[in-house]
């Protein structure tokens, strides 16, 4: 081989290394719309072939590569996060080690995203805020707006993270004081935090049992069965209802803004940060491909509506029917240095309205239902998905090969295997750069018995 030509294969090696790398950190992430092509069926057996479109950068370049950037990072509180001048005071983004390097809210692998969810007891109204993130030191793009809250407003905040593991911070007590949980001591859940979503969700449970909330029905979906929540197992992956559905601007100087219309307008060419969470996932790719509408409601911060992860939550507790997938001590981000916590895994449901153990199912009936239902459903709407967008065109090409790959990565991730459960995905293909291809589901898997 020429050097020239062992030179291409080492520079084309190190890219689908890369590549490899990014799937597996971003396998829930990257909204760029593509167009996939039909799937084929061959012998009995199912598989996806789509065409990998050319991907389109949304993000400007930040000061560190996605690649290199440091995942630790640390979020401070502005004062009175749970009040209308604390929503619209904006969170701070530094380093946790700054020997690791530093963080910046534009560079994709690090961006932090804070939702809050109102809900007025009174009136039973909820709405959605998405305070802003900025660096350590700088000032957004667009000073945001204070918004009018309730006088009885009872205020949840969730947080989502594009790296590893986030630290929560605020001086004094006011990690405390405002109820919010970054994990269990010092083994932080990863990606996912939140604040008061214990009175959050307790104030809506009496706000539905009173008839003064009515959370929209479901739906039908194309395929004739009920469109999925976030709790369904036909949907979920190794981490279920983790991330939050805010977007942020963020100007060719990196300085970020709100994602609201008139701040598009005061920033022309402004790039889009988007969470790639499971909550996203569900309201902007699956609901439109199964001709679903995610519930949305009032947005305080630059008018119309908005989702939630609040808001999936809410209306999975309300509708989603057995078995309901209730996150499992198994779940990456509930374990301790690797092992199962019932404690840790509590902290989580908390956060996410969902009843304490030992409610739900154990690692081996939640990777068993996973498994079984979840396939059925893809191979079910196999077309539909093939036919729609990828979340991440450079993991896959179509809806259908991502959540086939994030099937795949799930058995793994929840160690599916030492059940005696066969993984639902018996062969992937990637394309010359990296991204899923094309998905073989494995015709029929034997069931253990439970």
Known sequence: MSQRAR????????????????????????????????????????????????????????????????????ITFPPAPLTARGLATPYTLSATNPADGPCHEANRAQTVFVQATIYNPATGALSVYNPLVVDAGRRP???????????VAVVGIWFGYNGDNLTLHAAGAGLALNHCVNGLGKSVFGQYAYCNAAAFFTSVKAGIAAHRLTVPALGIASDGKPCPTTRDFSIIDQDQSDNVTTKYLVAASGATAQNTPANAARLPG????????????????????????????RDLAGGGTSTSLALDEIQANAFQAGPAALVPVNDPMTTVSGAFSAAKTNLYRVGVGQPPLPAGQGPRLYCQDMDSIQTARLKLDLNRFANAASPDPAAATSLLTFLGDRLNASFQNLGCARFGLTDPVSSETTDDAGAVSDVTFTPSARRPAI
């Open 141 to 151: 793009a667009v000073t945001p707006s204070v918004p009018v809250l309730p006088a």
């Open 7 to 74: 030179s291409h294969a080492s520079a084309r090696d190190q890219a689908l290394r890369i590549a490899r790398v990014e799937r597996r950190r971003w396998r829930r992430h990257k909204y760029v719309l593509v167009v996939a092509a039909l799937p084929l069926i061959v012998g009995g057996v199912v598989t996806a072939a789509t065409a990998a479109p050319p991907a389109h950068g949304t993000v400007p370049p930040a000061p560190v590569s996605a690649a290199d950037a440091n995942p630790e990072c640390t």
């Open 270 to 297: 402004a790039a889009v940060l988007a969470n790639p969470s499971d909550n996203a996932l569900l309201d902007n790719f699956i609901d439109p491909a199964l001709g679903c509408t995610p519930w949305s409601v």
